[in-house]
């Protein structure tokens, strides 16, 4: 071997192997690291755009209190999100939501036509009961005369239209992380509506700021609405005014505000991770009975009832679950709160 051909071969560059150059290549297609995919831009463009027009129409028409807007938004929100998943998603998401909403709306008609079957109104038992328990005193009359500051007026007014925002976003999110869990607070959601429903129908009752006005009581004021003024957003408040104008108002035995309240509480405290998560599901467990009580729209006595119709929902359902396991499988389906261990609250 001579010298030059010694040196061709030092100099001649080693032949690639086809493993190594396929890697190469699937290696440069790929986008390049940290880089935001097109699925990732496209959903958070649309979900800008949504927020945008969210807080728009509630700059000009208030925060929205009526279950139909409120589920067209959640719905929105839910078919941007499952767009940017495929078909298949948008597919789940039809067969889940439009059986729902159709129960939901069914009872927003039954609710606002329970007060025309005949039945009598309760105008005078709610009240003496409320003053048996306040010892001769009127525990709406009492709050009112003692809670006068406007931070807790707007407190008051934020946690009040809570119960129109926090069944509904909470329905989405379980949607998205545990779709189990979610099926099982829909069948309570609805549970707790059709017993309270059944309950308007048999047992219409004025709340405390109706039997006011028609004299049965000393004169409370309704001032759920009071604290938007407080926050600069009287619009929000009149908006509200209207809209419970247009619903049973004789539906206040239970407090399906305060239900629903329990009901979150109940479900998603075991599911807690963080002590703060925890304080802050029984605060607001606690807070909504007060506001309501304060704010002229039920006695303690609606609120407490609305509380065990919460937590006898969750039994009932939880029995019912049980007689329809069949018997040959020999053991009992988890509870809501076993099936969810795995979905803690982040």
Request: glycine share 8%; charged share 15%.
């Amino acid at each position: 071997m001579t010298a030059v051909e010694n040196t061709e071969r030092v100099a001649a560059p080693p032949t690639a192997s086809p493993v190594l150059s396929s890697r190469r290549r699937i290696t440069s297609a790929a986008p390049a690291a940290g880089l935001p995919t097109a699925r990732t831009v496209l959903r958070v463009l649309l979900w800008t755009g949504l927020l945008v027009a969210f807080v728009a129409t509630c700059a000009v028409k208030g925060l929205p209190t009526d279950r139909v807007v409120l589920l067209g938004w959640v719905l929105t929100g839910l078919t941007v999100h499952a767009a940017t998943q495929g078909w298949r998603r948008v597919v789940r998401l039809i067969a889940d939501w439009v059986p729902l909403t159709a129960l939901l709306l069914l009872y927003d008609v039954s609710r606002g036509l329970a007060d025309g079957v005949g039945m009598a109104v309760h105008v005078k038992e709610p009240a003496a009961a409320d003053l048996w328990l306040g010892g001769g005193v009127l525990p709406t009359v009492w709050l009112q005369q003692h809670l006068v500051a406007d931070w807790w007026k707007a407190l008051a007014a934020l946690v009040y239209c809570s119960h129109f925002v926090v069944t509904p976003v909470l329905l989405c999110l379980l949607w998205l992380r545990d779709r189990k869990l979610w099926a099982r607070y829909v069948r309570l959601v609805l549970a707790l509506s059709a017993a309270g429903l059944a309950t308007y129908v048999l047992y219409p009752a004025a709340p405390p700021w109706l039997a006011a006005r028609d004299g049965v009581i000393e004169p409370v004021r309704r001032l759920s609405g009071a604290g938007w003024d407080v926050l600069g957003l009287p619009r929000a408040g009149a908006f509200l005014a209207d809209s419970q104008g247009q619903v049973n108002q004789v539906a206040a035995v239970p407090s399906l505000h305060t239900a629903f309240a329990v009901l979150a509480c109940l479900v998603f405290l075991p599911l807690a991770r963080h002590t703060w998560q925890r304080v802050g599901l029984v605060a607001y467990a606690v807070l909504m009975p007060l506001v309501l009580v304060w704010a002229g729209e039920h006695y303690v006595v609606d609120t407490v009832l609305g509380a065990g119709y919460a937590a006898a929902v969750i039994l009932v359902v939880a029995a019912a679950r049980r007689a329809w396991q069949p018997a040959a499988r020999g053991e009992d389906p988890p509870t809501l709160q076993d099936e969810g261990a795995a979905s803690r609250l982040p």
